[in-house]
């Protein structure tokens, strides 16, 4: 049997340096029944997004460690993939004029149960769009 886009099982990359947060929402997320693709940088991240992965939503920090921040990671991947939902969790404060448009924030510590529900809602939006 082949997966529509209707039926196929969320996929969301989660872009975090801190291995402990980067394992603890990625277990979340796959207990949710998501499939999780894992970075630890925002340059993996972007290498992965260059495989042509099907990825519907990206989590992502703000300070990374690297050259590229977690704003223009988004940013990224928004121009090759317009419909993808950003959720951005971060100590950092939130800054309207970074955030891509329809995004989500949250302030570490961020309630990981609060990221897994919205990764869910935000799908099942985008799945009610392609209907």
């Known amino acids: 049997m082949t997966d529509t886009p209707k039926s ?6 989660v872009v975090e340096d801190e ?8 277990d979340a997320l796959e207990s949710a029944g998501l499939t999780v693709i894992q970075a630890s940088s ?23 460690g690297g050259d590229i921040s977690g704003w223009e990671l988004a940013e990224i991947f928004r121009q ?10 971060s100590a950092n404060a939130p800054r309207a004029d970074r955030q891509v448009p329809d995004s989500l924030f949250f302030a570490k510590p ?3 149960a609060d990221i897994v529900a919205n990764c869910q809602r935000l799908h099942v939006e985008q799945s009610a769009g392609r209907g």
Request: one cysteine or more; glycine letters at 2%.
């Open 80 to 89: 090759s993939r317009p419909d993808c939902g950003v959720i951005y969790a």
């Open 42 to 64: 925002a340059e993996e991240a972007v290498e992965l997004l260059n495989d042509d992965r099907h990825i519907d939503i990206l989590v992502t920090d703000i300070r990374l």
């Open 19 to 26: 291995f402990l947060l980067l394992f603890t929402m990625a």
């Open 8 to 13: 196929r099982a969320c996929v969301v990359m």
């Open 110 to 112: 961020a309630p990981v």
